[in-house]
C-alpha cells in the first residue's frame, strides 16, 4: 500500500508555496514553463536542510523558519536614502529596491556605444528576444533558492554588451532593501558578455539593520569567447536578514572571467556560484573574502565545471571569523574526460579570532582526465602569536596589531580585484569592520 | 636607581612545570651605559630578552625588573615600548601584507600617542625614514614590501636598527644581532648601533662571539651560564673568553 507522502512544511515553506500559488497561471512559452517548472520543483522539494549535502553545512530549512510576505515595492525616497555603497565612486549606479528597478535613481541615460540596459519586466513586457537565453545556464541538481527566485522575480535587469565593445566604466548594481515590515524580494538578472568584449559588473546588497528582511538574487552571466568579464559583489545586508544569492556562468572559449565577493552582511548568507567552462583555453578566477562576526552565517559554495581542455580556474577565498560566527566554502571542481590540459587550483583559508567561530571548508575534486594539474588546500587558524609579538614589542596595541594582520590576510585576495575604484573600496569596507570590532 | 634595574629573577616557560630557565638574575644598567652578556648556548641569553621584551610565553616566578623606577613587568608588551624598551631580535619575523612603511609609522604612532605626543605627519615621517635608512643602506624599496618579506639575514639586521634608529628606545636589547651577518654586513649594523649610542640610552648587547665587541665596544661584559650572571667586568673580559671558551663557568657552575 502506498501511504500518501504529505510533506511538512515550516512556515517559511508554506508562505513560500503559498505564494508561489498565487501566481497567475497565464502566459505560454518557454519562460511561463520554467517559472511554473520552478514553481512546481519548489512544492515538491521545499528548502533544503543538512540532508541535502549542498546544503549540510547551511540548514536552509531550520535557519529561515518564518514567513514573510512578499516585499512590496520601496518609495524612491526611502530607496534613495538606503542605497548608500559604493556612493561617490565612478560607477553607473542602478538602484534595485525590493526586487524592482527605481529608474528615478538609476542612470541609465548616455549608455557607451555597445552597452544596453533595460530592466527585466521591460524585457518580459516587450518580449525581448534577448530573453531567449534566461535560465539557459541550469545547475546540475534542484537549487531551492535559484527555484523561487525563477519562479518569484519579476523585475532585475537585462545588460548586454555588444562582441568587441571596451565598456570601462563598471556599471554598479545597487540592490537595497528599503522597508519597515520584514519581506521577501526577488531580483533576476541577465549579463550578457559579447566575444572580445570587456566588462565590469559590480553588485552591492544592504538594507536595514535589524529588519529580518530576505534577498534572494540570481543573475546569469553569458561571457562569449575571448570576452573579458569582472564580477566584484559587496554583500553588507542588515544583521538580521537573510541573503541569497546564485552567480551562473557560462565561459566561452579564451576568456577571462574573475569574480571577487566580499561579504561580511546578513544573519545568514548562502551564495551559490555555478560556472560552466564551455569554451576551451578560457581562464577563470573566483575568489572572495568573508568578515563575520556574533552569530552570522556565511556560506560560499562553488560549483565549477570544466567541459572543455586546456582551462585554467583559481579560486581564493579568505575568511575572517569573530565571536560566534560560522562560515563555510565549498568548492566543487569536475574536471570532464574532454578537458584535458586543466589547471585548477582551490585555497580556502581561514583566520579564527573568536574561541567560539567554526570554519567548515569542503573542497571536492572529481576528476576524469588523466593529464590535468589539479590542486586544492584549506586552512583554520588563530593569528600568529610570534608575529603578534613582533608588532607589538614595537609598541603596536594589541588590537591595532591584530587589525593590521587581519588586513593584509585578507588584503591578500582584495589585491585580486583588477578595478582600481572597486579594489580600493573593498580594501576601505575591510578597514571599516576591522574598525567596528574597536 | 638604575635606568633597568633586573633583580633576583627567576622564570620558568610558562605552563611548564619544569625547571627554571633564569635563577636569580641580577642586572643595573645606566643610562649611556652598554652591557654585553655572553654565554653558551642555553644559558638563559634569549629569554632574558624575550622576558624584558613582554613574551607571554614565560613564567615570572620571583624576582623584579623596573625601568626608571616603574615595574616593567606589570606592563603590556606594547606599553613596554613605549616606555622606551627595544629588542632587536635574532630572528626578525616576515609579516606578509604589511608594508614596512606602514608598520614603521603605525609603531612611532603607536608609541607617540601612549606618551600623549602628537602623530608624525607625513612629510616628517617621510623625512626621518629617509634619513635614518640612507645611513644603513636600506633601498626604498625595501620599503615598500611586507615587512622583511624576501630580506636577506643581513636586510633583516639593518631593518631592525631601522626601527631602533626610528623608534629611540632608552634601552635597546640586542639579541645576536650578529648572528647571520657577514664582515661587511657586520660593519654597517655595528656602525648603526654606534650611532645610537647615547648618554640617554642603555643598551644590553647579547652575543656568543667576541667578534661583535670588537665593533660595539662595551662598558661591561657579563658571562651567563645556567640562568645567572657568572661573572662581571670592563670590555677585557670578553677577549679571554674568546680565548679560553667557557669550559670554566659551565664546570664551575655545574
Known amino acids: 500500500m502506498n501511504a500518501d507522502i504529505r510533506p511538512i512544511r515550516t512556515p517559511a515553506e508554506q508562505a513560500l508555496v503559498s505564494a508561489l500559488g498565487s501566481l497567475p497561471e497565464t502566459g505560454g512559452g518557454r519562460l511561463a514553463d520554467l517559472r511554473r517548472a520552478s514553481a512546481r520543483a519548489f512544492v515538491e522539494n521545499g528548502l533544503p536542510h543538512r540532508r541535502v549535502e549542498e546544503w549540510k553545512y547551511t540548514d536552509l530549512r531550520n535557519l529561515m523558519r518564518e514567513a514573510v510576505p512578499l516585499a512590496s515595492p520601496a518609495t524612491v525616497a526611502r530607496a534613495d536614502a538606503g542605497a548608500r555603497l559604493l556612493n561617490g ?5 542602478i538602484v534595485v529596491a ?170 545568514v548568507a548562502r551564495t551559490s556560484l555555478y560556472a560552466t567552462l564551455s569554451g576551451a583555453d578560457s581562464h577563470v578566477a573566483f575568489n572572495g573574502a568573508v568578515l563575520v562576526k556574533d552569530r552570522q552565517h556565511v556560506d560560499s559554495t562553488l560549483f565549477v565545471d570544466h567541459t572543455v581542455p586546456g582551462c585554467e580556474s583559481r579560486e581564493l577565498f579568505k575568511h575572517v571569523l569573530d565571536d560566534n560566527s560560522r562560515a563555510v566554502f565549498q568548492g566543487k571542481i569536475v574536471v570532464r574526460q574532454a578537458a584535458q590540459k586543466t589547471d585548477g587550483r582551490m585555497m580556502s583559508r581561514a583566520l579564527l579570532l573568536g574561541d567560539d567561530a567554526e570554519m567548515d571548508n569542503k573542497p571536492e575534486l572529481e576528476i576524469f582526465a588523466d593529464d590535468v594539474a589539479c590542486g586544492h588546500g584549506a586552512t583554520c587558524g588563530a593569528i600568529d602569536e610570534d608575529l603578534l609579538f613582533y608588532l607589538r614589542a614595537r609598541g603596536i596595541p594589541l588590537k591595532e596589531a591584530q587589525s593590521l594582520l587581519v588586513q593584509a590576510f585578507v588584503g591578500e585576495a582584495i589585491e585580486l580585484v583588477e578595478n582600481d575604484v572597486l579594489r580600493e573600496a573593498l580594501v576601505e569596507r575591510a578597514e571599516g569592520w576591522l574598525r567596528a570590532r574597536g | 636607581m638604575a635606568m633597568l634595574e633586573i633583580d633576583n629573577l627567576h622564570a620558568k616557560i610558562d605552563g611548564d612545570e619544569g625547571k627554571e630557565i633564569l635563577k636569580g638574575l641580577s642586572l643595573k644598567v645606566n643610562p649611556g651605559e652598554v652591557h654585553a652578556i655572553m654565554g653558551p648556548n642555553g644559558s638563559g641569553k634569549s629569554t632574558l630578552s624575550y622576558i624584558l621584551a613582554g613574551k607571554e610565553d614565560y613564567e615570572v616566578t620571583d624576582g623584579s625588573v623596573t625601568l626608571d623606577g616603574e615595574d616593567l613587568l606589570e606592563m603590556e608588551i606594547d606599553e613596554r615600548a613605549a616606555k622606551g624598551v627595544f629588542l632587536a631580535f635574532q630572528y626578525p619575523i616576515e609579516v606578509p601584507g604589511v608594508a614596512t612603511m606602514t608598520f614603521l609609522r603605525a609603531a612611532l604612532n603607536a608609541q607617540r600617542k601612549k606618551r600623549g605626543e602628537a602623530e608624525i605627519s607625513t612629510p616628517d615621517f617621510l623625512r626621518l625614514v629617509k634619513a635614518k635608512s640612507g645611513a644603513l643602506g636600506i633601498n626604498p624599496d625595501m620599503l615598500k614590501r611586507g615587512v622583511n618579506v624576501g630580506f636577506s639575514g643581513g636586510e633583516k639586521k639593518r631593518m631592525e636598527i631601522l626601527q631602533m634608529a626610528i623608534l629611540e628606545p632608552k634601552i635597546c636589547i640586542l639579541d645576536e644581532t650578529d648572528s647571520g651577518l657577514d664582515i661587511d654586513a657586520l660593519k654597517v649594523v655595528s656602525e648603526g648601533v654606534n650611532a645610537l649610542r647615547s648618554p640617554d640610552r642603555g643598551m644590553i648587547v647579547i652575543t656568543h662571539y667576541q667578534r661583535l665587541l670588537n665593533h660595539i665596544v662595551p662598558d661591561f661584559v657579563h658571562v651567563m651560564n645556567k640562568g645567572r650572571i657568572v661573572r662581571s667586568g670592563g670590555k677585557e673580559l670578553a677577549l679571554e673568553l674568546e680565548a679560553n671558551g667557557y669550559a670554566e663557568y659551565q664546570q664551575d657552575a655545574a
Open chain 1, 89 to 93: 565612486a565612478d560607477l553607473r549606479r
Open chain 1, 98 to 267: 525590493n526586487g524592482a528597478v527605481v529608474r528615478e535613481l538609476s542612470d541609465l541615460d548616455g549608455l557607451e556605444e555597445g552597452l544596453s540596459i533595460a530592466t527585466l519586466a521591460d524585457a518580459l513586457a516587450s518580449g525581448d528576444a534577448v530573453l531567449g537565453q534566461l535560465g539557459g545556464i541550469v545547475p546540475a541538481r534542484y537549487d531551492a533558492a535559484l527555484a523561487l527566485n525563477t519562479a518569484l522575480a519579476s523585475d532585475g535587469l537585462v545588460i548586454t554588451v555588444a562582441p568587441g565593445a571596451q565598456i570601462e566604466r563598471p556599471v554598479h548594481v545597487a540592490h537595497v532593501f528599503a522597508g519597515d515590515i520584514a519581506a521577501a524580494s526577488f531580483a533576476r538578472s541577465l549579463v550578457i558578455v559579447g566575444a572580445g568584449a570587456h566588462f565590469t559588473y559590480a553588485e552591492s546588497f544592504e538594507g536595514p539593520e535589524g529588519l529580518a528582511y530576505q534577498a534572494n538574487v540570481a543573475t546569469e552571466f553569458v561571457v562569449g569567447d575571448e570576452a573579458h568579464l569582472d564580477v566584484v559583489r559587496l554583500q553588507e545586508e542588515g544583521a538580521a536578514a537573510i541573503h541569497l544569492a546564485t552567480l551562473l556562468f557560462d565561459v566561452g572559449r579564451k576568456a577571462q572571467l574573475h569574480t571577487f565577493g566580499f561579504s561580511s552582511g546578513a544573519a
